[in-house]
C-alpha cells in the first residue's frame, strides 16, 4: 500500500467523521439546518464585504495612479518654470554684486598701494 493512498483515505475518514459528529449532534434537525444556513449566510455577507473593499481599493489605487500620473509632471514643470523665473530675476542682481566684488577688491589694493607708500615716505623721514 502507498502511502499517498494511505493519506488519501485517512483524509476521507477524518471528513466523514467530522460530518458525522456534526450532523449527529444532540440538535434536532431544524436547529441543525438553521445553523448551517445562519453560518453560510455570515460568511457569505463576510465574503461580499471583502469583495466590495478589495474592489474599492482597486478603484482608489486605479485613480491615485492616474493622478499622479497627470499631477507629478505638471508639477515638476511649475517648479522648472519657477527656478527659471527665479535665475532670470537674480542674473541681474548677480552681476550687480560681482561689479561692486570688484570694485571693493580695487580699492582694497589702491589702499594697500597708497599705505604702502606712506610706509616708506614714514620710514624714510625718519631716517
Known sequence: MKASTFFVG???G???GSAAVLFS????GSDLRSNVKTVSSDWKEKLAEV????????KSIAGLSKEAKTEIPQTIEELKVSVQAWQS???PMQENLQNEI????TAMEELEKSLVKQTK????EIN
Open 10 to 12: 485517512l483524509v476521507t
Open 14 to 16: 477524518v471528513i466523514a
Open 25 to 28: 449532534t444532540p440538535q434536532s
Open 51 to 58: 469583495k466590495f473593499q478589495i474592489s474599492d481599493l482597486k
Open 89 to 91: 530675476e537674480t542674473a
Open 102 to 105: 570688484a570694485s571693493i577688491l
Open 121 to 124: 615716505q614714514s620710514s624714510s
